[in-house]
């Protein structure tokens, strides 16, 4: 009976093969590639992780700014990483896995730093030796470049230069093999006048705008200076510390396509912003990072990092504005339309807007 079921099967395959010479060619190689997805190994996790300041007392310091995180919080959230089977990588790490020379970790984690507090040395590093992790240190050059007697420019606000590292400091964690320096621009962590009415927007991605004569930046004036601030950035950490940096942060994780084409053509293919979306390890010209903010406890960062690997549906508020409602020929007026609309889009709880911006 079997034997003649067989045979039944033969005939028809060898029927259908008359019909369609190659179709048991096509089949066969439908099969097989699908068979290979079943089989192969589901993409590795990247959790990029972005801190800034660590302070054994947070508030002590008056200097101490919005991002910063005790380093009980910090040692804290290392030990649940490690308990928890999370691997700390590398750039080199990340561009082995993009070109394929091997895979990352079934969890894998990298470290960021930005802006280069005397904390990063001080509490971090001591961390980092102690876990043997690693971690990408971003620094800004024009803030590292000020004398030890001047303030820094944080943004508008001066602070003392005595809160940011010394060359000499970062030199010996780049020769620890436990950090790597990247650049955060020479002169791009600040907001610059962005339009008639007042406004600043972050200076990497913004054409300026000169209120003394009513005009913006040109296109090449604007790709000028922002390849002249990473040139510039790049240059003074090599002549500093002895190597170039391959990786760009971008200042309040602001970017755009022409700046990320600018940093890999100046050496830097792996850019880093604050997006929280799932990273593409073949797509390093725009790695996100999940932002540790001030005091965030433990309890905050498990529910933080969880919530990144497994992402609840974030709901969205809509709200239509036509902007012909907002205008007005009286430039006054118009800023007190535009404030109105913006107290109640606040209100409301928005969190996207449609524009209908024309006539």
């Not at 369609?20 to 190994?41: E, I, K, N, Q």
């Not at 690693?134 to 803030?143: I, K």
């Not at 100046?266 to 912003?273: D, H, I, N």
């Not at 433990?298 to 992402?311: A, E, H, M």
Request: charged share 25%; aromatic share 10%; proline share 4%.
């Amino acid at each position: 009976m079997m034997m003649a079921n067989l045979k039944k099967i033969s005939r028809c395959l060898c029927s259908r093969a008359r019909l369609d010479r190659y179709g048991w060619m096509s089949h066969t190689l439908w099969l097989m590639g699908f068979l290979l997805l079943c089989v192969a190994p589901a993409s590795a996790e990247l959790l990029v992780l972005s801190y800034h300041e660590s302070s054994h007392v947070l508030g002590r310091d008056k200097n101490s700014k919005v991002m910063a995180l005790e380093t009980s919080e910090l040692a804290a959230q290392f030990s649940w990483l490690r308990e928890h089977g999370f691997v700390s990588v590398d750039i080199d790490d990340l561009l082995a896995a993009q070109k394929g020379e091997r895979p990352l970790p079934e969890k894998a984690v990298l470290l960021t730093f930005d802006d280069g507090y005397q904390g990063m040395y001080e509490q971090v590093f001591p961390l980092l030796r102690a876990f043997d992790y690693r971690a990408v240190l971003a620094v800004v050059g024009s803030w590292l470049e000020t004398p030890a007697d001047k303030d820094v420019m944080y943004g508008s606000e001066p602070v003392s230069r005595r809160y940011f590292l010394s060359w000499q400091q970062i030199r010996e964690m780049v020769k620890s093999g436990h950090v790597e320096v990247a650049s955060h621009s020479y002169d791009l962590h600040h907001g610059v006048l962005a339009n008639p009415q007042g406004n600043t927007q972050p200076a990497a991605v913004s054409l300026r705008y000169d209120a003394n004569n009513g005009r913006y930046e040109s296109d090449k004036q604007y790709r000028q200076r922002i390849r002249h601030d990473l040139q510039r950035n790049s240059d003074l950490i090599a002549r500093r510390i002895g190597q170039r940096p391959r990786v760009m942060v971008w200042p309040y994780g602001a970017y755009n396509r022409i700046t990320i084409d600018i940093a890999r053509d100046l050496g830097m293919p792996v850019t880093l912003s604050l997006e929280d979306d799932k990273v593409d390890i073949h797509k390093l010209g725009n790695v996100g990072r999940l932002l540790i903010g001030h005091g965030t406890t433990l309890t905050d960062f498990v529910w933080q990092v969880n919530n990144y690997i497994k992402p609840q549906i974030k709901p969205v508020r809509v709200v239509h504005l036509d902007m012909d409602y907002v205008y007005d020929p009286d430039p006054k007026q118009q800023d007190v339309n535009l404030g109105k609309l913006l107290d109640r889009v606040k209100a409301l709880g928005v969190n996207t807007v449609y524009l209908q911006a024309y006539a």
